[in-house]
């Protein structure tokens, strides 16, 4: 060898050598940008709020993940339902789902635990045209959210400008789909807690301790706003005898059937409750005593025109009920408007049950 091609073979793997220097400094500058990105959104989605996570995951990871689009569901894995809780796509509607047949890429991810990863999206397997705006793209990624083996959603990133995502880029995502997932996981547990704290366990109503907080606000905003408030006491009639004949599942059946056509004359701002055993309570704003008597009324029956079945054999359950309306000048709070009703509800049984009794504050002045 020459001394002039010695010369050059040197220059040739000084500029590799450099190369390949350059690269691994690239490589690490990635790697140190992505480890910031995950420590920055560790601290962003550590969060107790589903609804709080969702929006920093729609302004955070397009950006983080250097992707066009972003896409989060949530998995009802009852109902085998998808459903959009976060994203940034502005052809999607609010409240857009599907069964999970519906999208056969998603369908697989999920099955199989499994990331898919389409460069060209329209030459996949999955694709079914372009009706779809969320399918409308170039590359399309897919990773299931898992926690623990069960599936809790779906992350979707797809693009319209860049044509390309890399290995690198795909690691990264993965990792940040593990960030993702243990964060929603605990903020469904806490927000799962909180409700079975306020909720009764059996009918899903508003318990006891809850209902009396919820009313003592409304007693509050009567005052203050001179604004109308009623109330209506429920009691399922000769429950015990229920229970004793027919059982204890026979017994929750009912309770449940009657809890259900509670909610069905509900408004949205009004609050039905389990006070306790097979007593129930409705709070309702806004209401005069007329309009508490309507209702009461229907769901009495309503009640007992249901027709329940036991060993082939079909009888009826009644309900007794007292109303009242908080009297501002003769009721001093919460309590005052809830022995009224309670009064109320031992004239209705007195008298026969099945039936409907309006108490007054004139009432207090009697017990």
């Known amino acids: 060898m020459n001394p002039i091609e010695y010369e050059k073979l040197r220059w040739q793997e000084s500029e590799t050598v450099q190369n390949l220097l350059k690269r691994q400094n690239t490589l690490l500058g990635d790697s140190l940008e992505n480890l910031d990105h995950l420590i920055y959104l560790q601290k962003s989605i550590n969060l107790l709020s589903l609804q709080e996570i969702c929006r920093v995951m729609v302004e955070k990871l397009p950006f983080i993940l250097s992707v066009q689009y972003f896409t989060f569901f949530l998995f009802d894995k009852n109902r085998r339902r998808l459903s ?16 999970q047949n519906d ?18 999206f329209s030459a996949s397997r999955y694709f079914r045209g372009r009706k779809n705006p ?10 299931p959210l898992m926690i623990e083996n069960e599936i809790i959603g779906v992350m979707n990133l797809n693009d319209n400008q860049r044509g390309f995502y890399n290995v690198g880029d795909l690691d990264f995502a993965l990792n940040v789909s593990e960030f993702v997932a243990l964060s929603i996981s605990n903020a469904m547990l806490y927000e799962r807690a909180e409700k079975l ?13 809850q209902m009396q907080t919820l009313l003592k606000k409304e007693v509050v905003r009567c005052e203050r706003y001179n604004s109308p408030l009623s109330v209506i006491i429920m009691d399922i009639d000769h429950f015990k005898q229920v229970n004793d004949t027919y059982g204890h599942q026979k017994g ?18 009004d609050v039905a409750a389990r006070y306790g055993g097979e007593e129930f309570f409705l709070v309702l704003p806004e209401t005069r005593i007329k309009g508490a008597l309507h209702i009461a009324e229907r769901i009495r029956e309503e009640m007992a025109s249901k027709k329940f079945q036991s060993k082939g054999k079909g009888f009826n359950v009644t309900v007794s009920c007292g109303i009242a309306e908080f009297d501002v000048a003769h ?34 002045l009697d017990a």
């Open 134 to 143: 969320l399918f409308s793209c170039k590359f399309f990624v897919t990773i």
């Open 197 to 209: 704290s306020v909720t009764d366990g059996l009918t899903g109503l508003v318990n006891h301790q």
């Open 252 to 269: 929750d059946e009912i309770l449940l059937e009657f809890s259900t056509i509670m909610k069905k004359f509900c408004r949205s701002n």
């Open 331 to 364: 009721m001093q709070d919460a309590a005052d408007l809830i022995k009224v009703s309670d009064l109320a509800l031992y004239k209705a049984k007195d008298k026969g049950r099945n039936r409907t009794i309006q108490g007054t504050a004139d009432d207090l």
């Open 84 to 99: 959009l809780a976060s994203h940034n796509h502005p052809d999607l509607e609010e409240g857009y789902s599907f069964y």
């Open 103 to 120: 999208s056969p890429i998603m369908k697989e991810a999920m099955n199989s635990g499994r990331y898919i990863f389409e460069q060209d």
